[in-house]
Nanobody, 135 residues
Framework: QVNLEESGGGSVQSGGSLTLSCAASGVTFSSYCMGWFRQAPGKKREGVAILDNYPQHPDGQRRYADSVKGRFTISLDSVKKETYLQMTGLNAEDTAIYYC????????????????????????WGKGTQVTISS
């Protein structure tokens, strides 16, 4: 049974930084599609960052929502099976509950599609961590 647990959320002032972590346990497959998603009050869930470490993508295919490009960075420690989301230049629009999600083997059909559909078909989800940005 795959289990995902997010940590690192909190409250910071506008312009500040946070790094979220997602620890995965029970993962038996050698590659996967990892993603960070967020949901703000009254809004639908949206994709923030995706990483596909399928072997044919040795550099790790990454995709970002336009709203976070240049500010957020997704990374993976494949030994620890932990995924990180480094967030800088935070603003009030980044306030949301952030979730990590995982799909075995590779992003399907593409990492771009997973980002755009808000992870609608991702198999495993964490419970989320709150990020609040104050002005």
């Amino acid at each position: 049974q795959v289990n995902l647990e997010e940590s690192g959320g909190g409250s910071v002032q506008s312009g500040g930084s946070l790094t979220l972590s997602c620890a995965a346990s029970g993962v038996t497959f050698s590659s996967y599609c990892m993603g960070w998603f967020r949901q703000a009050p009254g809004k639908k869930r949206e994709g923030v960052a995706i990483l596909d470490n399928y072997p044919q993508h040795p550099d790790g295919q990454r995709r970002y929502a336009d709203s976070v490009k240049g500010r957020f960075t997704i990374s993976l420690d494949s030994v620890k099976k932990e995924t990180y989301l480094q967030m800088t230049g935070l603003n009030a629009e980044d306030t949301a509950i952030y979730y990590c999600a995982l799909d075995p083997w590779a992003c399907s059909p593409t990492s771009e599609a997973v980002l755009e559909n808000g992870g609608a078909h991702m198999d495993y989800w964490g419970k989320g961590t709150q990020v609040t940005i104050s002005s």
